[in-house]
């Protein structure tokens, strides 16, 4: 007979030093976190060192974790604080074709069509980051993982007045970046 | 109050007209507008493709296949940096084997009366132990033992899939309890020891597809090598092959426990011995109804939830009495019967050539021939064609209210209030 420790359990062991129980944490949502890397950054390459990072600060913070408060949220909002870290110390490149992609040209159309797919999410994406941090969440969680507004409220502790805000603002300026940058970023794909 | 449509307008709408979330006379007349104006319906179609692209990115397949490659080295990563113990890094060393259940056993009722029919597909293995990829603590140890030592994933071996192929040629079995249908594949190696508490099955090798009914008083129990199962009121198959475990459910949901968690599996997927959660492929599905008639198995547990409502309505007055039990309806025949093929049996064979909007097509005419309420899977494979396949969710919308309305608590409901939330209820 097994017994699954609830997560409770095992912050209240982290915090107490048994690593074996942090251990577990990382083993039970490392996945949740890399899903969440990849929804707010449209990419995997960078996930080894975000995911490493959100649990090293994980641990580093489980003391001020209010045993009241829901983990996953509390989760959630160190993930996208690495995020944003993690985008500002990096000197964001131009999304350009990658060579390997060029490479894939040859390939069938379903290559191609995956090469075309990731030129479009780094168009998105480079777009999205001329919008906050909040905006950018609010309208990949809206329009893109099709969420509620009341959910998307939920899950980053805003109301969802903001959240309609937030997502309206993106909405209406997004694809004007968009367009403006498709000529020089992903021409060379369209 | 007539809105005025310049290409302004249009394009700061482009994203709402393309989740469907505008009202309809602003969808029309921005249709119309776009057929008017070529720059901005090129400028449309590319919000469209770039969105489109977003929703396709799966950030859930996408980690799932990261943590298995990469998820160990981080893990030592982790252990080196924080200067954790090395002892807490390597491979699992756990022996608890993972548990499948449908449902705690106490909570037969309960299910009885929610009343879904599912599909359980399992392949059992000789040896489980990397299947799980989390910790579990043995109770008696909790309060001063370390947790077992958790493990970095093993590199990935994938399992074969399961195809329809594998129900080729399976056998009726005469010597069955009463309550259980049972076909094997050839070779299997099985056991059934049925009890005043239920049916025992042990199965030791091959392929077993069964029915059973539950009624409400007992569970059907299945052990295979490194699995274990608790069956009330399903269609399902277990198989057990030396290097795979696989479990999936065709038709409501399946509570599946493993050293791990308990996660829900529900109708319409399967998970594979790599714990992958993915939908079950239409011919699987085909192949099953081939020897079970799905949709007669979902009115036998009508009947049965029937009985067990009457049953315990009458108990209330009376503690003492027994529910009474139903006539069953007849086993299903031995070999597939070979008729023409219904809407829904087209359906999934068009479904299985990619041909989408056909298929559609054929699940809407199977429900008209059904009638809504007997429908509920072919109404949750049409939602999530329009949703997921045909990128047409304001298609899917009649039939996630209609689904709500006749099956609210179904396992499947969240999921379709969470993905068609602002249509059902603008």
């Known amino acids: ?190 | 109050m007539s809105r005025r449509y310049d290409e302004t307008t249009v394009r700061s709408l482009a994203v709402e007209y393309w989740q469907g979330e505008l009202p309809e006379t602003e969808r029309v007349q921005i249709d119309q507008y776009l057929s008017e104006h070529p720059k901005t319906a090129l400028f449309y179609s590319h919000v469209s493709e770039v969105l489109q692209a977003a929703k396709e990115l799966d950030p859930d397949a996408e980690a799932e296949d990261w943590f298995r490659s990469r998820g160990g080295a981080v893990r030592e990563g982790l252990v080196k940096n924080l200067g954790l113990d090395q002892r807490f890094s390597g491979v699992r060393t756990s022996k608890a084997a993972p548990v499948i259940a449908l449902f705690p056993k106490a909570r037969a009722y309960v299910w009885v009366g929610a009343a879904a029919a599912v599909t359980l597909l399992a392949v059992g293995l000789s040896s489980f132990g990397a299947g799980g990829t989390e910790v579990a603590i043995a109770p008696q140890t909790q309060d001063k033992a370390p947790l077992p030592e958790a493990d970095a994933p093993a590199a990935p071996v994938r399992s074969r899939a399961i195809a329809a192929a594998d129900f080729q040629g399976l056998t009726r079995q005469s010597e069955t309890p009463e309550g259980l249908t049972l076909f094997a594949s050839p070779g299997a190696d099985y056991a059934i020891k049925a009890g005043a508490g239920g049916i025992d099955l042990r199965l030791e090798r091959g392929t077993l597809l069964g029915e059973y009914i539950a009624d409400g008083h007992s569970t059907l129990s299945i052990s295979a090598p490194g699995k274990e199962l608790v069956v009330v009121g399903t269609v399902f198959y277990v198989s057990t092959e030396e290097t795979a475990t696989r479990t999936g459910v065709a038709l409501g949901a399946v509570m599946w426990k493993t050293e791990t968690a308990d996660r829900r599996i529900e109708s319409g997927f399967k998970v594979d011995a790599e714990d992958d959660i993915t939908p079950i492929p239409a011919p699987v599905i085909t192949a099953i109804g081939g020897y079970i008639d799905l949709a007669a198995h979902e009115q036998k547990l009508a009947d049965a939830r029937q009985a067990t409502n009457e049953g315990l309505a009458a108990k209330l007055p009376t503690p003492v009495r027994k529910a009474t039990r139903r006539p069953r309806r007849t086993t299903p025949p031995a070999q597939p019967v070979v008729t023409e093929p219904t809407a829904s049996e087209q359906a999934y064979a068009a479904l299985a050539k990619g041909h989408h909007a056909e298929a559609a097509a054929l699940l809407e005419r199977a429900i008209a021939q059904r009638g809504a309420h007997k429908s509920r899977y072919l109404m949750l494979d049409l939602i999530r064609l329009y949703t997921n396949e045909l990128s047409t969710p304001e298609k899917a919308t009649p039939h996630a209210r209609t689904f709500l309305h006749l099956w609210p608590t179904d396992p499947q409901a969240a999921q379709i209030r969470e993905r068609l939330g602002d249509r059902i209820h603008p």
Not at chain 1, 8 to 25: P, T, Y
Not at chain 1, 57 to 82: A, C, I
């Open chain 1, 1 to 190: 007979m097994t017994h699954h420790p609830p997560t409770l359990e095992l912050i209240l062991r982290a915090k107490e030093g048994d690593q074996h129980a942090f251990l577990a944490l990382y083993e039970r949502y490392a996945r949740l976190v890399a899903a969440r890397v990849v929804r707010l950054t449209g990419r995997r390459d960078e996930l080894d060192d975000i995911v490493q990072e959100v649990f090293t600060q994980l641990f580093r913070s489980l003391d001020r974790f209010d045993d009241d408060q829901l983990f996953e949220p509390w989760l959630y909002r160190v993930t996208r604080n690495v995020v944003v870290s993690h985008r500002r110390k990096q000197s964001r490149t131009v999304a350009t074709t990658e060579v390997e992609d060029l490479h894939n040209l040859e390939a069938d159309q379903q290559a191609w069509g995956q090469i075309k797919a990731r030129a479009r999410l780094r168009l998105l994406y480079a777009a999205l980051e001329r919008f906050s941090e909040e905006e950018q969440e609010a309208f990949l969680l809206h329009c893109v993982e099709g969420l509620t507004l009341r959910e998307v409220g939920e899950q980053t502790g805003t109301s969802e007045n903001t959240v309609s805000t937030r997502v309206g603002r993106v909405r209406r300026k997004l694809f004007a970046l968009m367009d403006g940058g498709r000529k020089k970023i992903g021409g060379g794909v369209q």
